[in-house]
T-cell receptor, first 112, second 112 residues
Framework: KNQVEQSPQSLIILEGKNCTLQ??????????LRWYKQDTGRGPVSLTI?????NTKSNGRYTATLDADTKQSSLHITASQLSDSASYIC???????????FGTGTRLTVIP | DAGITQSPRHKVTETGTPVTLRCHQT?????MYWYRQDPGHGLRLIHY???????DKGEVSDGYSVSRSKTEDFLLTLESATSSQTSVYFC???????????FGEGSWLTVV
């Protein structure tokens, strides 16, 4: 069964600290893995997209890693800011338009 | 921000009434999608389109129909709304399925 599991479900960190969010998947055959940020009441916004051959991709203070062998990905946020408070969604894709599998997200809260 | 406009943004309707949500894009992307987002679930695909008048079903298509008569517009219709269709609906677009998918701001639908 194609599944995407994210952990933790929620996380609270102090402003300025780093954090790492996890994504494990069983989707096969794998095509790509995406991380999205979703602010409350807004649509998801793409952070990174990685294919099988990529194991790291950065977007500013966000760095995503991919281990296709163990079917794990992580999103590392450096020097967190209050504006990082959001849900972060891991999405794993197979080939084709009807083949994206969404995790339920990690809710991150950054406090002063 | 990708040029995606959803309308209406908020709607309350009664059970049994028809409802149409509209998605308009200015990016000339080939693919358009309708997703719904519910607590405890990842985003789930309802229908998608790969060109004018070319559509296909997603994971949760029962009770929904779509139409795409122009590249820029993708309509989602609930023929007879039910309370289980209370949700947040997101339109999304992409050039190809493997490319970045851009989401709209969402339409909040409440069926009472």
């Amino acid at each position: 069964k194609n599944q995407v599991e994210q952990s933790p479900q929620s996380l609270i960190i102090l402003e300025g600290k780093n954090c790492t969010l996890q994504c494990n998947y069983t989707v096969s055959p794998f095509s790509n893995l995406r991380w999205y940020k979703q602010d409350t009441g807004r649509g998801p916004v793409s952070l990174t997209i990685m294919t099988f051959s990529e194991n790291t991709k950065s977007n500013g203070r966000y760095t995503a890693t991919l281990d296709a062998d163990t079917k794990q990905s992580s999103l590392h946020i450096t020097a967190s800011q209050l504006s990082d408070s959001a849900s972060y969604i891991c999405v794993v894709g197979k080939t084709g338009a009807n083949n994206l599998f969404f995790g339920t997200g990690t809710r991150l809260t950054v406090i002063p | 921000d990708a040029g995606i406009t959803q309308s209406p943004r908020h709607k309350v309707t009664e059970t049994g009434t028809p409802v149409t949500l509209r998605c308009h894009q200015t990016e000339n992307h080939r693919y358009m999608y309708w997703y719904r987002q519910d607590p405890g679930h990842g985003l789930r695909l309802i229908h998608y389109s790969y060109g004018v008048k070319d559509t296909d079903k997603g994971e949760v298509s029962d009770g929904y129909s779509v139409s795409r008569s122009k590249t820029e517009d993708f309509l989602l219709t609930l023929e007879s709304a039910t309370s289980s269709q209370t949700s947040v609906y997101f339109c999304a677009i992409s050039g190809e399925p493997s490319n970045t998918i851009y989401f709209g701001e969402g339409s909040w639908l409440t069926v009472v």
